[in-house]
């Protein structure tokens, strides 16, 4: 399960990241803001065929703690900057609602 993520940035302005989770680190560079991280934390959940909404949402936690921010603003600005949460939205909600 998701556990937390390192972020920086490259000399070309990119985000570089590291996903940690309790089974494996994946580090890569992506877009420069952090609505790319989150997509970085789909693709790598998606392609280890791993649970993606139960490790968005605990993603969206750490990302709330870490940056003072609401879960809500944050799965707002998501919405718009990623097409591919979409296709977790409703999982994420029903996640949510249980917290």
Do not use: H, Q
Not at 25 to 49: C, H, M, Q, V, W
């Amino acid at each position: 399960m998701f556990i937390n993520c390192e972020t920086g940035l490259s000399s070309s302005m990119r985000l570089m990241y590291k996903i940690i989770d309790s089974d494996f680190i994946e580090t890569g560079e992506t877009g420069p803001s952090d609505a790319y991280l989150f997509e970085a934390i789909i693709d790598t959940y998606e392609k280890r065929n791993l649970n993606v909404a139960t490790n968005l949402v605990k993603a969206f936690i750490w990302y709330s703690d870490e940056y003072n921010e609401k879960i809500s603003d944050i799965i707002e600005w998501i919405k718009e900057a990623n097409l591919k949460f979409a296709k977790y939205e409703k999982d994420i909600n029903k996640y949510l609602m249980l917290m």
